[in-house]
């Protein structure tokens, strides 16, 4: 397994940009992302997860090491 950080971001309804940094263990970049997309979007409430599907979720990822 590999450790791949992943930042993911959304404006919310007040124009303020909302982001987290997820460092996730996986043994490829697609599935980083989706198990930190995973965990974002269960952490988030009903009226957030509506503001990030109206304005998108930008996903930026990395590997952090091995």
């Known amino acids: 397994m590999k450790a791949f950080?992943?930042?993911l971001r959304y404006r919310d309804r007040n124009e303020?940009?909302?982001e987290s940094t997820v460092i996730v263990d996986a043994?490829?970049?697609?599935g980083a992302v989706a198990k930190a997309a995973r965990e974002?979007?269960?952490?988030l409430d009903r009226?957030?997860?509506f503001d990030m599907?109206?304005?998108?979720?930008?996903i930026t990822a990395k590997s952090?090491?091995?």
């Open 5 to 7: 950080e992943v930042q």
């Open 16 to 18: 303020e940009s909302k």
């Open 27 to 30: 043994s490829s970049l697609p």
């Open 40 to 43: 974002f979007v269960k952490s």
């Open 47 to 49: 009226k957030q997860r």
């Open 53 to 58: 599907n109206k304005n998108g979720l930008e």
């Open 64 to 66: 952090s090491g091995a």
